[in-house]
């Protein structure tokens, strides 16, 4: 079955970075692009951007340019995405998800579990 | 702030039915399609529907979507306690770019 396994959570200071890894299982790693989306405490759902694990292309919200990087591994199935420059505001719990793009739209079909990451002093 | 406006919560009782709106305030949404999906703390986010009707595979169907002109609507009937969580719409805004989500709507069965 499809997983999407999430590994990172950290406490980190202002100023630094975060990478959060995101592990694919149970299908074509390659076929699919993969989403990020975060969740700030008390507040609703962010879309971050998505990667094209088989070319390594990306796409970024606007809000996050410059300060987001997302690659990928082939050889072990994983994404990841780098955050730098945190802030307090950044302190959020970050969703890996699957692009499936239905013939119509795309959409999220599987999620990871997401990862907290929060950024304090 | 969100081209998606939903109720910040709802309520019914256990067996009951409920709706949960999702108005789309951009015209070029309205030409797009929703998708819905439930939050439970701790785990996974769930994909519900996708393409303003469609069931995601393994969803009971107890849960509908249907959507109309800029309003998307998410049903759930038979509610179960286990049904408890927050409900997002979402779809992809053309004229911004971006995916975009409504802020969500937290659903208790009393």
């Known amino acids: 079955q499809v997983q999407l396994v999430q590994s990172g959570a950290a406490v980190k200071e202002p100023g630094a970075s975060v990478k959060v890894s995101c592990k694919a299982s149970?299908?074509?790693?390659?076929?699919?692009?993969v989403q990020w989306v975060r969740q700030v405490p008390g507040q609703g759902l962010e879309w971050m951007g998505w990667?094209?694990?088989?070319?390594?292309?990306?796409r970024y919200a606007q809000k996050f340019q410059g300060r987001v990087t997302m690659t990928g591994d082939t050889a072990i199935n994983t994404v990841y995405m780098d955050l730098s420059r945190l802030t307090s505001d950044d302190t959020a719990i970050y969703y890996c998800?699957?692009?499936?793009?239905?013939?119509?739209?795309?959409?999220?079909?599987?999620w990871g579990q997401g990862i907290l990451v929060t950024v304090s002093s | 702030q969100s081209v998606l406006t939903q109720p910040p919560s709802v309520s019914a009782a256990p067996g009951q039915k409920v709706t949960i709106s999702c108005s789309v305030s951009s015209s070029n949404i309205g030409s797009h399609y929703v998708s819905w999906y439930q939050l439970l703390p701790g785990t996974a986010p769930r994909l519900l529907i996708y393409d303003n009707n469609k069931r995601h595979s393994g969803i009971p169907d107890r849960f509908s979507g249907s959507k109309s002109g800029t309003s998307a609507t998410l049903g759930i009937t038979g509610l179960q306690t286990g049904d408890e969580a927050d409900y997002y719409c979402g779809t992809w805004d053309s004229s911004l770019n971006v995916w975009v989500f409504g802020g969500g709507t937290k659903l208790t069965v009393l």
């Open positions: 149970g299908y074509t790693f390659t076929g699919y692009y």
């Open positions: 990667i094209d694990p088989n070319t390594g292309g990306t």
């Open positions: 998800a699957r692009d499936w793009y239905t013939g119509s739209s795309d959409i999220f079909d599987y």
